[in-house]
């Protein structure tokens, strides 16, 4: 099957027979179906979904709402809504298997650093945090 054809089997299913019975709303509904055009070369960045959503459905969101309504795409449709943050930056339905190891690799990156950072934090901050005490107050 082609990519292309792929990705509208894909929302449409989700129309007819959603996934865990979870409906798509209707600004998640008119989101996925803008980024169905989109491509690599021409995706759909955050201003203009805002600009769409406005113009359609007559509200204004905010990026981080963007953002929500992606990762509830992602998450509770299991849509392969993938993006890039190097221009041309924004979302598009994926089209091949290259885009998604690419998107694999970026959101895997992106998981561990997080992943990191935290340890990081926790380590030297979580003891002293928690009232526990170290070597250093027994030895003064």
Not at 4 to 24: S, T
Not at 54 to 78: F, M, P, Q
């Amino acid at each position: 099957m082609h990519p292309e054809q792929l990705k509208f089997e894909i929302y449409e299913e989700e129309l007819l027979n959603p996934l865990h019975g979870h409906e798509l709303s209707d600004v998640e509904m008119f989101v996925s179906s803008l980024l169905l055009g989109a491509s690599r070369e021409h995706p759909v960045g955050i201003k203009a979904i805002i600009l769409g959503v406005n113009a359609s459905k007559g509200y204004e969101l905010s990026e981080r709402k963007v953002k929500d309504i992606i990762r509830s795409l992602r998450k509770g449709h299991a849509f392969p809504i993938i993006a890039s943050r190097k221009p041309p930056a924004g979302y598009w339905w994926c089209g091949s298997v290259e885009e998604m190891q690419e998107f694999i690799e970026s959101f895997r990156s992106q998981a561990l650093d997080e992943l990191h950072t935290i340890s990081q934090i926790v380590k030297h901050n979580f003891p002293a945090l928690a009232g526990q005490l170290s070597l250093e107050d027994y030895t003064r």
